[in-house]
């Protein structure tokens, strides 16, 4: 059992910044696909970024590519998502995912443990 609990999220002007966090407990961090996902308000929730259990491998969505970096702590048994220039569709509940899979991948599907979820709202 992995327990994931997001912290970071909040109200930013379009072009600011936030960092997310995500603290995992349980089970050995280090062997798990990492990944982050959002919903908007009435639609599907989608991926956003992941990473691999080593961190060399990382994976954005199209959106997210050139703005948002996701990075691992191993040690520390986090993950976090540094996000530049937002807008405002990046307005979303956020969530932090585990899975086993023996890469990063796209797909809820491929997550067996999630957070709660953090708000993040970007005002124009």
């Known amino acids: 059992q992995v327990q994931l609990v997001e912290s970071g999220g909040g109200l930013v002007q379009a072009g600011g910044s936030l960092r997310l966090s995500c603290a995992a407990s349980g089970r050995s961090f280090s062997s798990f696909v990492m990944g982050w996902f959002r919903q908007a308000p009435g639609k599907e929730r989608e991926f956003v970024s992941g990473?691999?259990?080593?961190?060399?491998?990382?994976l954005y969505s199209d959106s997210a590519k050139g703005r948002f970096t996701i990075s691992r702590d191993n040690a520390k048994n986090t993950v976090n998502l540094q996000m530049n220039n937002l807008k405002p569709e990046d307005t979303a509940v956020y969530y932090c995912a585990a899975g086993q899979t023996l890469t990063v991948v796209t797909i809820k599907g491929g997550y067996r443990y999630w957070g709660q979820g953090t708000q993040v709202t970007v005002s124009s």
């Open positions: 990473i691999s259990w080593s961190g060399g491998r990382t």
